[in-house]
């Protein structure tokens, strides 16, 4: 991050017209750019009104970006205009000057909030149900049900649902990426872990796992007389089993045979299983970008040294 300047010029067209902009080198340098630049809007109104644009008042930040995004807070305008393409606003002076004033003090960012675990779940959730189909999830998904914005390998890019794209939409555009949802559910291999209990035996109870439909499971009569209690639907079936019986306090037997606890007991470990399999995938996420920042790193470094890039030490321990 590099200290700059946040700098508005005026057009002699128009009193009202303002361009507010941010740089890192010094805004006259910045100022002959806009005049003599005619791919640039404001470079275009100086060719077509033959009058240059003058430099009103700049100031010194410590995060140029963070001050234009505090400057625009600043002002009824709430979104910063070149986000929408527009480079020059016609605005009051007073709206200038209360973003100017609030810019001087904006300091540097405040650091991000750390992600949810849920993010994380959800986001590895969404990129297991992307692989080998060409579309790429931009940033994280904080609900499945709310918007992200997704890329397919011919450059378009989108916002949409994620469940949409999760049970098979492809690209709105081209199409690359779209499937069939029962494919994608044979690739991620699901699973359903329930508790079943059984009417004639209090205090019993097995915990079942399939990658079978609960349908099929009650055609096929797959636990006999047991009845289903809980159940939850994972994508993650055997992290799942493995963090149900952590929470029972039990070791997993190898038979997956009845055993003797309160079915209250029971039912609270499948109440805490999502939350803790959140935290587990969230766990497994965050090493996984650690380790992707390390790389990043080292690369800048070797590109900036001259030499070739080496490669990460990896752990011996399993991924999620």
């Not at 946040?6 to 805004?27: E, F, Q, W």
């Not at 992307?130 to 709310?146: E, P």
């Amino acid at each position: 991050m590099k200290s700059g300047y946040i700098y508005v010029l005026v057009h002699p067209s128009d009193p009202d017209l303002y361009k507010i902009g941010i740089t890192t080198r010094k805004p006259e340098q910045r100022l002959a750019q806009h005049n003599s630049d005619y791919t640039q809007l404001t470079g275009r109104i100086v060719k077509e009104t033959g009058q240059k644009w003058e430099l009103k008042k700049y100031h010194a930040v410590s995060d140029p970006y963070w001050a234009e995004m505090v400057f625009w807070r600043a002002t009824p305008l709430a979104d910063i205009p070149f986000r929408q393409g527009i480079e020059v606003d016609k605005i009051e002076w007073e709206w200038v000057q209360a973003g100017l004033d609030a810019a001087k003090k904006a300091g540097v960012r405040p650091p991000p909030k750390p992600l949810p675990d849920h993010v994380y779940a959800n986001t590895a959730w969404m990129n297991k149900r992307l692989a080998g189909r060409g579309i790429t999830l931009v940033g994280h998904i904080r609900s499945k049900f709310g918007k992200s914005t997704f890329q397919c390998s011919n450059g378009h890019e989108w916002r949409t649902v994620p469940n949409d794209v999760a049970e098979g939409e492809g690209c709105p555009q081209c199409g690359i990426g779209e499937k069939d949802p029962e494919e994608i559910r044979q690739a991620i291999k699901p699973g359903i872990l329930c508790l079943l209990i059984h009417p004639d035996k209090p205090g019993v109870i097995i915990i079942g796992l399939t990658y079978s439909t609960l349908e099929q499971c009650y055609e096929e009569n797959v636990w006999s007389d047991w009845e289903i209690h809980r159940y939850r639907n994972v994508e993650e079936p055997v992290l799942a089993e493995s963090l149900i019986w952590k929470l029972l306090g039990y070791p997993l037997p190898n038979d997956r045979e009845p055993i003797n606890i309160d079915l209250s007991i029971a039912e609270q470990s499948f109440r805490d299983l999502i939350p803790l399999m959140q935290r587990e995938i969230a766990l497994a996420e965050k090493k996984k970008e650690d380790v992707q920042k390390t790389d990043w790193t080292n690369m800048k470094w070797d590109k900036t040294h001259n030499k070739a890039p080496q490669p990460t030490p990896k752990s011996g321990a399993a991924e999620l």
